[in-house]
């Protein structure tokens, strides 16, 4: 069982940058592969980054690609997703997921624990 929470969502300029954090429960975290996902008002819920369980592989949705970055620290049981060049298209509620296999994907179905979600404000 895995427990999640986000934080560090807020209101912010185009082109300004935010730091999403998730903080998971539990003691096996570093076995879990981890994804952050967002649902804009009126949208599906959507992949946003993924990232593999020793870091050493990450994954991108196209429209995020080289201006959002996950990473994660094994040793404080944390994923992030530092978002640098904020658009208001990336207006939505965050939310991170983790799934207990190796693979990283895009699909919101393959991932077992959710958090509760951050909102994510860009005004142009």
């Known amino acids: 069982q895995v427990q999640l929470v986000e934080s560090g969502g807020g209101l912010m300029q185009a082109g300004g940058s935010l730091r999403l954090s998730c903080a998971a429960s539990g003691r096996t975290f570093s076995s879990y592969t981890m994804g952050w996902f967002r649902q804009a008002p009126g949208k599906e819920r959507e992949f946003v980054a993924g990232?593999?369980?020793?870091?050493?592989?990450?994954y991108y949705a196209d429209s995020v690609k080289g201006r959002h970055t996950i990473s994660r620290d094994n040793a404080k049981n944390t994923v992030y997703l530092q978002m640098n060049s904020l658009k208001p298209e990336d207006t939505a509620v965050y939310y991170c997921?983790?799934?207990?296999?190796?693979?990283?994907?895009?699909?919101?179905?393959?991932?077992?624990?959710w958090g509760q979600g951050t909102q994510v404000t860009v005004s142009s």
């Open positions: 990232i593999s369980w020793s870091a050493s592989r990450t």
């Open positions: 997921a983790a799934r207990r296999d190796v693979a990283v994907v895009d699909q919101a179905g393959q991932y077992t624990y």
